[in-house]
């Protein structure tokens, strides 16, 4: 019996997802639970097992394409009868964050929740080419409405499931559209704050010179739609502060010294996330969302911190969880897991959801300020850029100085100036006293 | 425009009821239009080595049963005599005259035929060669490809025998053999298959599969099996051909099947196991143009290929690959060039096997509304129940709709029966204007025809039909 062995849901919410690679080639013989695929869904990438046993006819995809969650992988000759029905198909993904318990029961939850069971082949011939019906991509029957109704419906960029049909078994009339049409047009103007703006075609390069095109990975098409939507509906200010970490910066030397190349990696990261929180518990307000339907700020009350790690790939955001309730050793321990992770690709959706407050740091690299991009539904990201030793006047005295570049953008509908800048320098504060640090947070 | 001998607004590449349509309608809307076809007669595989001179045949071969037939209604004809040379002729003057009648259309349009074969250099420009090996260039803002597509021949059965024939071949009718192979229990190899059953000729149907016609539901398959397996000398399922050899007193066949012998020597053997997209020599390589895995055009609802100046329409643009979903293709690509809002948003593309009995099918099949789990209702309203089935002693076909149970809507509508095709087209206005149960059942049909077996297959959505009674569960 031939068996089509479809995409089963990778992860909760996501409708498709980019093939990797392909393990397995027309020919091979398989065993049930086998690895056969690796796919890229929006930043993770998951091993697709597939339950049933037997010899590959036929691999409906190749590496690179993007695939919707339902569409036929393999079509696989199971072993006669012995149709292996093993527990349905799985993605393998990574173990949730070991030490977040609040995290660790939804992921739990949802993984039970997206074992779809086995599907069954059809009885009829699976070569069958059916002559119609393949131009609807989806299982439920087209909108009832009649060639002229539809070509109505796409002139005034209509869709028609959203339509009300009058009709017997609610067929869509051409009257059905033009009602759909006024009612919408007649509505209050929806209260949306600011739409994303689509952008103009690009001209024709080749009048200038020759080009190359490359095709955005997962990750890539995920961040540029993330920042466009944030960047288009977070009006953004960036306000910058000198923090002398000269102190701390010794502190930590110490410390590392003390501890040795195998001990806890205490970055300036993970004191940033730790100054962070005391400065988000100090000011409510950076640590919310704003509700663009209700205009309500929306308080959190937990303290979820992303913390950008550049890999290969691109740019990914794991998030630290409850960070105020974590010491500083055990926020670096984290950081340092997630950070590789992050480059082994092997972060689970879950670990990159759900921040509250963004650390981008950039201080390995150089530069001096930037203006980072909020990212949307947070209210303010933290950028640090490299420490620099600069001379400074302390008490009439000439001194030298390790100074840290700080910028922090907000979205201004939610913070005033005012107050971004009581955050920067409540933050700087904590950074250059090891005291303050300690006895605040 | 770039430099070139030739210029046009439009250019379409192909002359088959995709290609020709859409220079029409192009040319109706005032676009200065350049047919490009390297096939002398116009009309395409469809005109000229398909759907056409095949129903052609299939008429005399429906005559020719039906003379037998009529034997169990007193009425007795000797022997027919066959006169295979009038036969061909008369079949060719059907093909000749309807090219000519589409070459004299093409002309009062104003269409420009170039006899020449096209290929594109660039995304504006088409090379044209012509018979005499001459050339131009084609300068054009936008093109259609309708290139269609060719039987699918393995190499395995390329033997270089002319007596193993595609359907293009079995069309010639060079003659009558004894003993026929048909390769491929499809539509193409069934029609030709019983065409040369009717002619004399003793056929065996050889598929792969476990039915024949895999698409169509299996109930409305069944009657026309039935009947299939008395004109026909066998029909071997599940059975592969392992290889063909030539030898002069015929082509032998290795089978290998639970019913069928090891080998056996056929006059003639008929490959029709399915057709592949003409795609490749016309120069897509130089364009933006892509291919999907099975070689067809990339196409999206617009008929837009991955090249903005270039549409693709027909075979050569994907499944099914039927002259009428092509017509219907033409009529969007060229809408969409205008800047009109159009889409290839069918519901319903009337499958029709022109056998005898004909099957027909559109929108959802049975299997196909099960399989995507959708809650229907199917609805089967047997010929013997019709009075107009019975006075043409037709009584093995089958009408069935196919309901959706919330809304009693039309999905899907299936006939196996004589005039299935062209029953077909009231399924398919109601699928595409979503009609209901209702709509069919209280539309008077004439009486007697056979179209009452619709409006009494939609009755029985509410009650009974009147005149087919089905006991309560």
Redesign the interface.
């Known amino acids: 019996m031939a068996i089509e062995f479809k995409l089963p849901e990778v992860s909760e919410g996501v409708v498709s997802a980019d093939i990797a690679e392909v393990h397995v080639q027309e020919g091979d013989i398989i065993t049930a639970n086998q690895v056969v695929a690796e796919v890229e869904t929006e930043k993770a990438l998951a091993e697709i097992e597939c339950p049933h046993a037997g010899k590959v006819l036929k691999v409906h995809v ?1 590496a690179g394409e993007s695939v919707k969650i339902g569409a036929p992988l393999l079509t696989i000759e199971t072993n006669s009868d012995a149709v292996a029905s093993a527990p349905a198909p799985k993605p393998k993904q990574d173990a949730p964050v070991q030490d977040s318990p609040a995290a660790q029961a939804p992921a739990a939850a949802e993984a039970k929740a997206t074992a779809t069971p086995a599907t069954p082949a ?4 699976v ?10 991509a989806t ?1 439920r ?2 909108a ?4 002229a109704t ?2 109505l419906a ?2 005034l960029g209509v869709d028609l499931y959203q339509v009300h049909g009058s ?6 009339s051409q009257e059905d559209v033009q009602q759909y049409v006024k009612a919408r047009l007649s509505a209050p103007a929806a209260a949306g704050i600011a739409g994303p703006v689509s952008a103009p075609p690009l001209p024709d390069f080749s009048e200038f010179g020759p080009t190359r095109r490359e095709a955005l990975n997962k990750i890539g098409k995920t961040a540029a739609q993330h920042l466009g939507t944030s960047w288009s509906v977070i009006p953004h200010v960036t306000q910058h502060d000198l923090a002398d970490i000269t102190d701390i910066e010794l502190a930590r030397k110490m410390f590392l010294q003390k501890t040795g190349k195998n001990g806890p990696k205490v970055t300036m990261t993970a004191i940033a996330i730790k100054a962070a929180v005391t400065a988000l518990k100090a000011f409510p307000r950076f640590n919310s969302s704003l509700d663009p339907e209700t205009m309500e700020i929306v308080y959190k009350q937990y303290y979820h911190i992303g913390v950008a790690v550049d890999t290969e790939n691109g740019l990914v955001v794991p998030v630290v969880r409850d960070v105020d309730k974590k010491t500083l050793l055990q926020i670096a321990a984290e950081v340092t897991e997630l950070a590789a992770k992050a480059r082994d690709r092997k972060l689970g959706m879950n670990e990159m959801k759900g921040a509250t407050f963004t650390i981008t740091n950039l201080g390995g690299i150089g530069g001096t300020y930037f203006t980072p991009i909020v990212s949307y539904p947070e209210v303010a990201i933290l950028g640090m850029s490299r420490g620099q030793s600069q001379l400074r006047l302390r008490e009439g005295e000439l001194e030298e100085r390790l100074m840290l570049p700080l910028s922090l953008s907000y979205d201004h509908r939610v913070v005033n100036g005012a107050d971004a800048a009581r955050f920067i320098v409540k933050l700087s504060a904590l950074l250059s006293d090891p005291f303050t640090l300690l006895s605040e947070s | 425009m770039v430099n070139a001998d030739l210029q046009a607004e439009i250019v379409v590449l192909g002359a088959g009821p995709g290609g020709y349509p859409a220079a029409f309608e192009a040319a109706d809307h005032g676009k200065q239009v350049v047919l490009v076809s390297d096939d002398v007669a116009l009309g395409g595989v469809c005109l000229n080595r398909g759907c056409i001179p095949s129903k052609a045949l299939l008429h005399v071969a429906k005559l020719l049963h039906e003379a037998k037939e009529a034997a169990h209604w007193g009425i007795h004809f000797g022997a027919p005599e066959i006169n295979l040379d009038q036969l061909r002729d008369y079949k060719n003057k059907v093909v000749t005259g309807l090219t000519g009648g589409i070459r004299g259309l093409g002309k009062a349009r104003k269409v420009q035929l170039e006899e020449a074969r096209g290929s594109f250099l660039s995304s504006q420009l088409m090379e044209l060669t012509y018979k005499d090996g001459s050339k131009k260039t084609l300068a054009f803002e936008q093109a259609i490809v309708a290139t269609g597509s060719q039987p699918a021949m393995p190499k395995m059965f390329q033997i270089g025998d002319d007596r193993v024939m595609d359907s293009t071949g079995a069309l010639e009718l060079k003659d009558v053999p004894g003993k026929l192979l048909v390769i491929g229990g499809g539509y193409i190899g069934l029609e030709m298959g019983s065409v040369y059953a009717a002619l004399g000729s003793e056929v065996t149907v050889v598929e792969m599969l476990d039915g024949l016609l895999p698409g169509a539901d299996r109930d409305l398959v069944r009657p026309l099996q039935k009947q299939l397996e008395q004109q026909l000398h066998a029909i071997l399922l599940k059975t592969k051909v392992l290889g063909l050899e030539a030898r002069p007193e015929g082509i032998l066949a290795r089978l290998e099947g639970e019913n069928a012998p090891a080998e056996a020597l056929f006059d003639r053997v008929l490959i029709s196991i399915g057709r592949r997209p003409n795609a490749a020599n016309i120069g897509l390589e130089n364009t933006k143009v892509q291919l999907d895995d099975k070689g067809f055009i990339k196409v999206n609802r617009k008929m837009q290929t991955d090249d903005p100046a270039i549409y693709a329409i027909g075979d050569v643009a994907g499944e099914p690959m039927l002259a009428h979903k092509a017509t219907r293709e033409a009529k969007v690509a060229v809408d969409v060039i205008l800047g009109l809002p159009a889409e290839f948003d069918a519901q319903a593309i009337p499958a029709v096997v022109f056998t005898d009995p004909e099957l027909a099918w559109c929108g959802l099949t049975e299997a196909q509304a099960k399989d995507r789990g959708l809650d229907v209702s199917v609805i089967r309203f047997p010929w013997a129940a019709s009075g107009r089935a019975q006075a043409i002693d037709r009584t093995e076909g089958l009408t069935k709709l196919i309901f959706e149970n919330k809304t009693e809507r039309i999905l899907g509508m299936g006939i196996v029966g004589p005039g299935a095709g062209e029953m077909i087209a009231e399924g398919v206005l109601a699928v595409e204007t979503a009609a209901v149960a209702r709509d069919l059942a209280e539309s008077i049909h004439a009486h007697p025809t056979l179209s009452e077996t619709i409006m009494e297959s939609a009755e029985g959505m509410f009650a009974q039909a009147t005149h087919y009674f089905r006991p309560k569960k």
């Open positions: 190749k059809p009885k009829a011939p070569a069958t080419a059916p002559p119609a019906a393949e131009t609807s299982d029957p087209p009832p409405a009649g060639p539809r070509r796409r002139d009709g017997p078994g609610g067929r869509i």
